[in-house]
């Protein structure tokens, strides 16, 4: 019965350690530094008049379009790791910040 108790645990260590996968993962994630975010606040700014269609679209949606859309066409991409999570581990440059969502 000792025996078999001993080969249970054995068969779930190794059952727990096997199916344990990297911590992190590799993606490409925008990045942006301090003169590309002055562009795409700018780019906003010009364009907001007319993404707003005056509908029944919310215009924090109508935001969040033209500031995924400004980091499409400003803002780096490379690839890091992220946690699991999705966070980068990796640390950039003090004028530099990761920007969370990820461009269509």
Known sequence: ME?????????????????????HTEVMRPY?????REMIADWMTDN?????NFSDEEM????????S???TLFCSQKLTKVNF???PVEKLD???????EIPN
């Open 60 to 67: 924090e949606d109508v935001v969040d379009e033209l500031r």
């Open 3 to 23: 025996e078999m108790k001993q080969a249970i645990v054995i068969t779930l260590a190794i059952v727990c350690m096997s199916s344990c996968g990297s911590k």
């Open 32 to 36: 942006c530094n301090c003169e590309q």
């Open 48 to 52: 907001i008049g007319q993404a707003n």
């Open 85 to 87: 999570e999705g966070y």
């Open 94 to 100: 003090s004028s530099e910040i990761w920007i969370n």
């Open 69 to 71: 859309t400004g980091v």
